[in-house]
C-alpha cells in the first residue's frame, strides 16, 4: 500500500547547492568569447529568429519586441522633452564610402538625435560597421549626428526588469548629451 | 493579502476533443465552444489584470477545433494591446495543418505538444473516440512542427499501464527530435507498490540516457531530472511557485467563468462552478479568490520535517486536489514517487559534478544558460549554414 513517508535522514547531495558560476572553459565559450563587442552580439543574436519562452528553463529566452521597445524609447524620449519623428529615412556615410540609405525608428531632425532598436529585421542595414561609425559621431561633441543604437533587450526574469534597464539606457543617453551641452 | 497581477491564464476555447485520453481531467467531451464575444471579454480582462505581459495558453478539449476563433481573438488581442498579450497553446497535434503553422508563426504564438512517448506507449492513452490509437497522426506532422519552432515542447503523462514503456518512450521522444520534455504521472490513478518498483528501474536507465547525454554536450531538458537538480543546486520551492492558482495564473472556461486553474473546470456546470472565482464579463469575486490563494499557500502538514519538503512536487495545489480534494493534502503516490525519483536524480547529479561535466555545471549554475545557450544554438545553426 501506498503511504506517505517524510524522509529524516536523507543523505546530501554532493553537488553544491546555491548559485556557483564557473565559466566552462568549453570551445563554445571560446567562440562567444570572441564576439568583443556587445554591438557584434547583439547583430548575430538579432540575426537570428526569435523564439518565445514556452516552457520552463533552458529555454531560448523572450525578447522585448520592437513594438515594445519602440513604445518604452519613445515615452522616455518624450518625458525629456524630445519629440520623435518615427522611421524617418536617414542617410549616412561609412568613411569615403558612397553614403548608407538607412530608417531610423525615431529621430529629431532639428537636435540630430535619434535612436535604433535593432530587431532580425534591421540586421542587414545597420552592420557592425556602420554601428561603429554611428556609435563614434555620438562621442562628437559637435555636430554629430547623435544616433543611439541599442541592441535586442532579453527578459531573463520579469519582462518588467528589462523594460526599465531599456528606459535606462535611454535615459543615461539623454543625460550623457546633456552633460555634454548637445541638447 | 496582497493580491499578484495575473500572469498567466489558460483560456479553455471549447469542451469539445478529437481524442478520448484516458487520463484527461476535463469534463464530458461536448460541442459547446467559448462564443466570440466570451474570448474578447476575456482578452480585455487579462489585458487589465497586468501592468505587464500576459500570457495566455490557449486550452480546451482541443484548442485548434476552434482555429477560426483563434485567428479572431489573436488578431484582437494584436491589434488593440499588441505584444502585452502573448500567447501559447496546448494541443494533442492532430489538427495541426500548414494553415495553423503559417498563421502562428505570424503572430509568434509557440506550442507544447501532448505526446506520451513512443508508439507502443502513447496509444495506450491517447486514442480517438473511434478507439484508434493517435500516435501515427502525430508523428506525420513532427517534421513541419519542428521547422516551425525545433524548440517545441513533448508534454507526456505516465499511467500505471505505461509505466514500463517510461525510459523507452522518452529516449524515443528525444531521439524523434524532441529538446524539452515535460513528464508527469497521472496522480489521480490507481497506482500501487508494484508499479513504483517499474518507475525506479526505468528511471535509472534514462538516469544513464540523460548523463550520457549531457556528457556528449546534447541539450536535453526532462522535466523530472532538471526540475529536482534545480531545486537543489539553484531554490527549493515555496508556496507559489510551481502552483500559483487562483494568484498570478488563472483559468477561463467556454462560459466566461474564471476558475483557480483548468483542472477545477470541469464541465463547467452544476458543482463545479463552485469553485469559480468570478466571470470575465464582471470581474474576480475577490472573496473566493483570496481562499483559494490562502488555502494554496498553507503548509503541507504531512510532509512538516521531511528532508525533501520544498524539492519535491507535494507544493502543486492542483495535482493534490485532483487527487484528494484538497489544494494541502498530497496523495501518498506522490511522496513513494519523490522517495523513488530523488535519489535517483542526485546520485546521477553527483556523478556529472564529480566528473566536471561542462553542461551540467552552465546547465544548473550559470545564470545566463538560458541566453548563453541559445546564442551557442544560433551560432552553430549559421555556421552550419556557411559550411
Not at chain 1, 556557483?20 to 557584434?40: F, N
Not at chain 2, 477561463?252 to 464579463?281: H, K, L, M
Amino acid at each position: 500500500m501506498l503511504r506517505i513517508e517524510p524522509i529524516k535522514s536523507y543523505k546530501i547531495p554532493r553537488y553544491p547547492q546555491g548559485l556557483y558560476y564557473e565559466r566552462p572553459d568549453t570551445h563554445h565559450w571560446k567562440i562567444a568569447g570572441g564576439i568583443a563587442s556587445v554591438a557584434m552580439l547583439a547583430l548575430l543574436v538579432s540575426s537570428c529568429k526569435p523564439v518565445g519562452v514556452v516552457g520552463p528553463p533552458p529555454l531560448p529566452p523572450d525578447m522585448v519586441t520592437e513594438r515594445e521597445a519602440r513604445t518604452i524609447i519613445d515615452g522616455v524620449f518624450a518625458r525629456n522633452g524630445i519629440d520623435l519623428q518615427a522611421d524617418v529615412p536617414f542617410s549616412f556615410s561609412l568613411g569615403d564610402q558612397n553614403p548608407i540609405n538607412l530608417e531610423l525608428d525615431g529621430f529629431n531632425k532639428d537636435l540630430n538625435i535619434g535612436y535604433e532598436y535593432i530587431s532580425s529585421e534591421d540586421q542587414t542595414t545597420f552592420t557592425q560597421e556602420v554601428i561603429a561609425e554611428l556609435d563614434k559621431a555620438c562621442e562628437s561633441n559637435v555636430g554629430g549626428p547623435h544616433i543611439k543604437t541599442i541592441g535586442t533587450e532579453y527578459i531573463y526574469g520579469e519582462a518588467e526588469d528589462a523594460y526599465e534597464d531599456l528606459e535606462n539606457t535611454i535615459q543615461n543617453f539623454i543625460a550623457d548629451l546633456r552633460s555634454r551641452g548637445i541638447i | 493579502m496582497e493580491l499578484s497581477e495575473v500572469r498567466y491564464s489558460a483560456l479553455n476555447l471549447t469542451h469539445n476533443c478529437n481524442l478520448r485520453c484516458s487520463y484527461c481531467y476535463a469534463g464530458p467531451k461536448r460541442q459547446r465552444p467559448m462564443s466570440l464575444r466570451t474570448a474578447l471579454q476575456a482578452i480585455d480582462f487579462l489585458a487589465g489584470q497586468s501592468k505587464g505581459r500576459c500570457t495566455i495558453t490557449l486550452f480546451g478539449g482541443e484548442p485548434l477545433l476552434e482555429f477560426g476563433l483563434i485567428q479572431q481573438l489573436v488578431e484582437y488581442s494584436r491589434k488593440t494591446y499588441d505584444s502585452k498579450i502573448a500567447f501559447r497553446m496546448s494541443t494533442n497535434g492532430t489538427l495541426i495543418t500548414p494553415e495553423v503553422l503559417q498563421f502562428f508563426q505570424e503572430y509568434d504564438i509557440y506550442f507544447a505538444l501532448s505526446i506520451d512517448g513512443n508508439q507502443a506507449q502513447h496509444d495506450v492513452c491517447r486514442r480517438y473516440a473511434s478507439n484508434r490509437g493517435s500516435y501515427q497522426n502525430i508523428s506525420d506532422r513532427l517534421q513541419a512542427i519542428f521547422k516551425f519552432n525545433p524548440y517545441t515542447i513533448a508534454v507526456s503523462v505516465i499511467v500505471p499501464e505505461t509505466a514500463h514503456y517510461l525510459a523507452a518512450g522518452v529516449k524515443d521522444l528525444f531521439d524523434k527530435g524532441f529538446r524539452y520534455v515535460l513528464q508527469t504521472l497521472d496522480y489521480s490513478a490507481q497506482w500501487k507498490s508494484k508499479d513504483i518498483t517499474v518507475l525506479k528501474g526505468q528511471y535509472k536507465q534514462l538516469a544513464d540516457y540523460y548523463a550520457d547525454s549531457l556528457k556528449a554536450g546534447k541539450k536535453i531538458f526532462y522535466s523530472p531530472f532538471d526540475e529536482r537538480i534545480k531545486t537543489w543546486a539553484q531554490k527549493s520551492r515555496g508556496p507559489g511557485d510551481i502552483c500559483d492558482l487562483a494568484n498570478s495564473q488563472i483559468a477561463i472556461a467556454p462560459s466566461g467563468r474564471i476558475y483557480p486553474c483548468v483542472q477545477f473546470i470541469g464541465s463547467d456546470d452544476g458543482v463545479w462552478t463552485e469553485n469559480s472565482i468570478g466571470d470575465v464579463s464582471i470581474g474576480f469575486d475577490s472573496n473566493k479568490r483570496k481562499h483559494f490563494i490562502a488555502w494554496n499557500y498553507e503548509d503541507r502538514q504531512s510532509c512538516v520535517g521531511c528532508d525533501l519538503y520544498g524539492r519535491c512536487a507535494t507544493y502543486c495545489g492542483c495535482v493534490n486536489w485532483r487527487a484528494t480534494g484538497d489544494l494541502c493534502t498530497v496523495p501518498p503516490i506522490i511522496c513513494e514517487h519523490e522517495r523513488a525519483l530523488m535519489p535517483i536524480v542526485d546520485a546521477m547529479a553527483n556523478k556529472l559534478w564529480d566528473k566536471k561535466i561542462p553542461l551540467f555545471k552552465r546547465k544548473f549554475y550559470e545564470k545566463s544558460y538560458p541566453v548563453s545557450s541559445y546564442i551557442e544554438d544560433c551560432l552553430v545553426k549559421r555556421g552550419g549554414k556557411h559550411a
